[in-house]
């Protein structure tokens, strides 16, 4: 039975609508993994498991947050100090088992009953730093895995995920507190082990690539600074909360993981319907969305919880966005995605953290309404700031549109030699595939092909079929769409 079930989640399922097939195993394992986020960090399950906070306005926030966010930040600076040295990891599949059992073990220590596992704060604590250092891990890994398959591609997993996951978390939500807790801890380890048969299913991107090149610093600290930004704004407003009663702490993490819902489906309806490139989807979307956040939350309930949505919502858009900066960033300079993966959620985490703190520290001073306002003024003047700054010039691959060509033929041709090879040995061609592939990279037909390989064109069109299976995709207009998106076309004829 398990090996039926395998063999179905390690299956293509045909998406039309894009153009390339989804794996169901991918997105399974994707979705846990935001599952066990949203129900460790968004959910009742598991913070009435935590130790009761000090009483100072600081530890109003949540003690596991604070906690694992901190070391969630050591150990993205660890892997992007180890990336940025050229160093890469050569064993993904033990990784990723090794980073499942210390989500795990964090997750008992933080989620199950203190007097039988924990020994108390003490193992909390240290529950809660592991979560942080094996959650860090788990996310380069599947940047790896999804990110290494192409920007557009990355769009789609992470919208389904996102549905997916959503449907997990409520159906966990509705269990017993004891038993929530107990699957919570199980879901990383099925999550690295659908990620490592995903691995082992297809020629995924090489774990390491003597032909990977360490990037200019100028995108490296930009992705970061943008990065820095949100994660900032996602902190401040989850600090506007810390001390908010239960009732509606509990009304907030529902309306948490409906705004990612939205802000998904959002994402994939501007990209494929209005076709807005990264840097207009972020400045005309993602950050009025959270504006309206801070200016809803001013004017106090509900109107605050629906600006905590927005909010929300628009940082989603957003978070995906910065997902496929990452597909297209590594493959544009030839570096591994975990590089700008790292340092990408580093920023993140670093904003979240300062800015939670900082929230908190204001709504604890507001002692009005009118003092409520004014935060809210400066935050949204703040977000209005980096619109009118930040994206005068595109930040790096931000002009890239996903469902329409970017129109890059003039692409020298040894560049396009080299991406085709670099496509090549990501999805495991043949030599003789990639000789086949390097023509219908250039639109070439199967006649053509047969006559300059001096091969049958019955011979051609098998090579066409593995060609076509390895790349998930039904025809060469399809697999012509991830090049040209993910890539560049060819300067001759």
């Known amino acids: 039975m398990a090996k039926l079930s395998m063999g179905y989640l390690r299956k293509r399922v045909q998406l039309a609508a894009f153009n390339f097939d989804v794996r169901p195993g991918i997105v399974a394992g994707f979705a846990l993994h935001w599952t066990w986020v949203w129900v460790t960090f968004w959910s009742q399950k598991f913070y009435q498991a935590s130790p009761a906070p000090a009483g100072t306005p600081l530890l109003s926030l949540e003690p596991l947050w604070l906690l694992s966010i901190a070391s969630n930040v050591l150990c993205y600076g660890a892997l992007f100090v180890w990336y940025l ?225 927005a909010h929300q919502m628009g940082y989603q858009y957003f978070y995906i966005i910065i997902w496929a900066l990452w597909a297209v960033l590594a493959y544009d300079r030839r570096s591994p995605v975990a590089l700008f993966a790292s340092v990408s959620m580093m920023a993140i985490m670093i904003g979240q953290l300062t800015g939670s703190v900082l929230g908190a520290q204001l709504m604890a001073l507001a002692h009005d309404r009118y003092t409520v306002a004014v935060i809210a003024a400066c935050s949204v003047f703040v977000i209005l700031l980096v619109a009118l700054f930040a994206f005068e010039s595109p930040f790096p691959g931000s002009d890239r549109n996903l469902f329409s060509a970017p129109g890059s033929r003039e692409a020298a041709a040894p560049r396009f030699k080299l991406s085709v090879q670099q496509l090549a040995q990501s999805r495991g061609l043949s030599p003789r595939e990639t000789e086949v592939f390097s023509y219908l990279a250039r639109g070439r037909n199967c006649s053509f092909i047969s006559a300059q390989l001096v091969i049958s064109e019955e011979t051609a069109k098998t090579h066409i079929k593995r060609i076509y299976r390895k790349f998930g995709v039904h025809s060469q207009q399809a697999l012509l769409d991830l090049i040209e998106l993910d890539g560049h076309r060819p300067s001759e004829p």
């Open 85 to 309: 040295r050229g160093e890469c990891i050569r064993r993904p599949a033990a990784a990723a088992w090794a980073a499942a059992a210390v989500t795990s073990v964090g997750t008992a220590l933080i989620g199950l009953p203190a007097e039988a596992l924990a020994g108390g704060s003490a193992g909390f604590v240290a529950g809660a730093l592991l979560t942080g250092v094996g959650s860090a891990v788990e996310v380069v890994l599947w940047a790896s895995l999804i990110a290494g398959r192409g920007a557009r591609q990355v769009v789609v997993y992470s919208v389904l995920a996102t549905l997916a996951g959503s449907g997990f978390f409520f159906v966990l939500t509705l269990l017993p507190a004891a038993a929530a807790r107990w699957i919570t801890v199980l879901i990383p380890v099925a999550e690295m082990w659908l990620l490592t048969h995903q691995q082992a299913a297809e020629a995924a991107s090489p774990a390491c690539d003597a032909d990977w090149e360490v990037p200019a610093l100028r995108p490296i600290v930009e992705i970061g600074a943008i990065s820095l930004f949100f994660g900032f704004s996602y902190g401040m407003m989850k600090g506007f909360f810390a001390g908010a009663t239960d009732d509606l702490i509990a009304i907030r993490d529902i309306l948490n993981v409906s705004a990612l819902i939205l802000g998904a489906v959002a994402i994939l309806l501007t990209m494929s319907v209005l076709r807005m490139d990264f840097r207009h989807m972020t400045y005309q979307v993602a950050l009025p969305l959270m504006a309206a956040g801070f200016v809803l939350y001013s004017l106090g309930y509900p109107c605050d919880l629906i600006g905590f949505a």
